[in-house]
């Protein structure tokens, strides 16, 4: 029920950004909405005690399915170029699942990492993909709908956020269930679930499978946004990016992620804005103060005023 | 309720823009440039700090009414300029969010040394509707892929940096049979290589190719890589390698005898000369993808630039030097122009007609904006030989070409045009 309550009122105020907001805030929402997508599929695999250094490989696929759609199949709609996106990052993370979710800590987050290099390496040595330097993407209709140019960043943003919050309630639906429990009863004790009768493996690879469809969607969303897509994306800074925001903003909460990757953003532009030499060290710094203050991330914030209250 | 905070933030980001949406037309206000170069990573010595040096540099002395004519009149059309400098480091997708945020806060854009980072600008400055001018990106997709009304490129592309090397190299070397490459894993380095591989197949018909090195980029080491092309056989290596990988380049390959045992071509090599000097071994072909630097011809604009550069910062501006001040004395020149004899400022569209076809005078000589429908510069190529003299390296034999001859006609893709015979 509350859940419910804040999901309207998310989707609400995101609806009145996108309306009213200047072009570049709804653009900044856009990116956040993306990225908070693709952590809030880090945090679900995060729940088995996981951290992936590799979700740069389904948010590149994603962005790359979109943007292939739009070069090459001169299919120009944006919710084809979501669905797509995201069922392609799933279909690779339904694959890679197989031989990964065998795999824990350090040999997991690694693994994941040489995943995505592979496929940066991959996109590097393909002039035909214009190679690093990309190539540009553009939507000009919405489930078969003409976009007026002007409004379809807009239009992105409301159709992000009806994505964001989708996605937000299925996975505070199961990590709030019978799922979420067993997923933290993997990262604390793996040998006793098994005992229980539960397979870890496949808790590790379920949640991994819903992590690269997420990023997968998170990564389409951002092409739509930026209207470009290159290799970076499959980098592993952009991998990393995505842990740096889980950090910011905690795992304890479905929100976390949109805050944190809101916040995130705003930091990032305001640095480079104002500290136009130092930015990645005002980044730095923030990073470290939350990890000596704040260990369970930003979030510890507002239950530590809820429990005063 | 848990929503608050993120609404709060983006509720009081959303008054910082109104604020800063306030458009600033009181009179005598200055003109707002931004100016976006890379201040850190890899590409922030060779070109991106020089860049900013030189805008700096410029705007001063165009406020202070000191730079020679054409060009003595202060600021813009009388009215001063002011830099809103950002940093281009962070990849394409970070570059388009600050470009947004840029955007409302100048009122026009000069910028952008990664290929990437200008094709992934281009279609958002058209959206913006904002007066954008690429000041040294290379790649022609640019226009060739796609037309723009509010996009400039006023440094010429990569496609005249090979094409001039290969037609220097066969006047110099008319029998030569093979060539090699070494360049960086990454578009630069791919389109250079390819671009140098089809000129001269074009020019020598039956040139053997005998291997062509890609390591990956800012790998540093390239022993295997000077192994396998000592071991080649081919008369010419060619690479287009920047920064700290040409350094490694030349101080790995000349103990080697690299540059002994083959002419080595270095069509982008122009900026490594002020951090490795007389260590660059003597025959080697070097460019600076365009007149710049020690090509520049000897005009007042050029030696204002190099006197007051080197006076200030003590080292000699380099090609990315050249080419931001290019571009703002470009901007200028079609502000001027659109401005006339009125004493009102004039509104972009006439700025843009402005500019569209112009000719302007550069500190490297005349510019044409003659490619893309008149968005995309051309200029004179100019190609040099290295020697030390007198315990310091010289550019010798310096061969000019003019622009014409290295640029592909209007409406024509460079690499068709270098593969059909480079024809006028």
Redesign the interface.
């Known amino acids: 029920m509350k859940a419910a309550i804040v999901a309207i009122a998310s989707l609400a105020a995101l609806t009145a950004l996108a309306l009213l907001a200047p072009q570049w805030l709804v653009f900044m929402a856009m990116l956040a909405l993306a990225k908070g997508v693709v952590v809030l599929g880090l945090l679900v695999l995060m729940r088995t005690g996981l951290v992936s250094f590799g979700q740069g490989l389904y948010f590149g696929i994603g962005a790359y399915t979109a943007a292939l759609l739009s070069h090459h199949l001169h299919v120009a709609d944006a919710a084809v170029m979501l669905l797509a996106g995201a069922a392609a990052a799933g279909l690779m993370a339904a694959l890679l699942g197989l031989l990964l979710a065998g795999y824990r800590d350090i040999f997991f987050a690694m693994l994941s990492l040489a995943f995505s290099m592979i496929l940066y390496g991959v996109l590097v040595k393909s002039a035909a993909l214009g190679s690093t330097d990309g190539f540009n993407l553009h939507a000009r209709t919405f489930f078969g709908v003409a976009l007026a140019p002007g409004v379809e960043r807009r239009v992105f943003l409301i159709a992000g956020a009806v994505c964001a919050v989708v996605v937000a309630l299925l996975a505070h639906r199961l990590l709030g269930g019978h799922w979420g429990r067993l997923s933290t009863g993997v990262r604390d004790n793996e040998l006793r679930v098994a005992y229980l009768g539960a397979s870890p493996y496949r808790v590790v690879y379920v949640n991994y499978l819903i992590a690269g469809a997420m990023a997968g969607l998170g990564g389409a969303l951002a092409a739509l946004a930026v209207g470009h897509v290159d290799p970076e994306m499959t980098y592993w800074t952009t991998s990393g990016e995505f842990v740096f925001i889980a950090i910011l903003g905690g795992t304890q909460s479905i929100l976390a992620p949109f805050v944190a990757a809101s916040i995130f953003e705003a930091l990032r532009t305001i640095a480079s804005q104002y500290a136009p030499n130092v930015w990645q060290m005002s980044l730095g710094l923030a990073m470290l103060a939350i990890i000596m203050f704040l260990p369970a991330g930003l979030w510890t914030l507002a239950e530590r005023r809820r429990r005063s209250a | 309720?848990?929503?608050s905070?993120?609404?709060g933030?983006?509720a009081g980001?959303?008054a910082f823009?109104?604020l800063l949406?306030v458009p600033a037309s009181l009179a005598q206000q200055p003109l707002k440039v931004g100016i976006v170069t890379f201040?850190?990573g890899p590409a922030a010595g060779p070109f991106g700090v020089p860049a900013r040096n030189a805008a700096e540099l410029t705007a001063e002395l165009l406020n202070a009414g000191t730079v020679p004519a054409p060009y003595s009149q202060k600021g813009f059309g009388g009215t001063p300029i002011e830099l809103v400098?950002?940093?281009e480091?962070g990849?394409?997708?970070?570059q388009?969010?600050?470009y947004?945020?840029l955007?409302?806060r100048v009122d026009i854009v000069i910028g952008y040394i990664s290929?990437?980072d200008c094709?992934?600008i281009a279609?958002?400055a058209e959206?913006?509707k904002k007066l954008t001018v690429l000041f040294d990106c290379g790649?022609p997709?640019i226009f060739e892929d796609?037309s723009y009304k509010y996009v400039f490129r006023t440094g010429p592309t990569g496609t005249m940096d090979n094409v001039s090397v290969a037609l220097y190299l066969v006047e110099r070397n008319p029998n030569v049979k093979s060539i090699a490459g070494l360049n960086q894993?990454?578009?630069?380095g791919?389109d250079s290589w390819?671009d140098f591989e089809n000129a001269m197949k074009t020019l020598k018909p039956g040139i053997e190719v005998k291997t062509s090195q890609m390591p990956?980029?800012f790998a540093g080491q390239f022993g295997a890589e000077i192994t396998t092309l000592l071991g080649s056989g081919a008369e010419v290596i060619h690479s287009s390698m920047w920064g700290g990988d040409l350094e490694g380049l030349v101080l790995q390959g000349a103990p080697r005898g690299l540059f002994e045992k083959h002419k080595v071509v270095l069509s982008a090599g122009e900026p490594a000369i002020n951090r490795l000097g007389t260590r660059i071994p003597d025959g080697t072909i070097l460019g600076a993808r365009g007149p710049f630097g020690p090509f520049a011809p000897d005009t007042d604009l050029a030696r204002w630039l190099k006197t007051t550069y080197q006076d200030r910062y003590h080292i000699p501006p380099n090609y990315a030097s050249f080419k931001m001040t290019q571009a703002i004395l470009g901007v200028k020149a079609a502000y001027e122009k659109a401005k006339g004899s009125s004493n009102e400022a004039p509104d972009q569209d006439k700025i843009i007609a402005a500019f569209e076809n112009l000719t302007f005078e550069g500190p490297g000589g005349p510019v044409k904006m003659a490619l893309g429908k008149g968005h995309q510069a051309i200029m004179d190529a100019a190609v040099g030989t290295t020697k030390v003299e007198a315990g310091e390296l010289k550019i010798v034999d310096i061969a000019r070409y003019s622009a014409d001859k290295v640029n592909p006609p209007d409406g024509v893709k460079s690499e068709v045009w270098i593969k059909s015979g480079l024809k006028k």
């Open positions: 309720m848990r929503a905070s993120s609404f933030l983006r980001l959303a823009a109104l949406a201040l850190s400098i950002i940093d480091a990849g394409p997708q970070k388009v969010a600050e947004r945020n955007v409302p290929s990437g094709l992934a279609p958002v959206e913006q790649t997709r796609a894993n990454y578009a630069w791919q390819a990956k980029l």
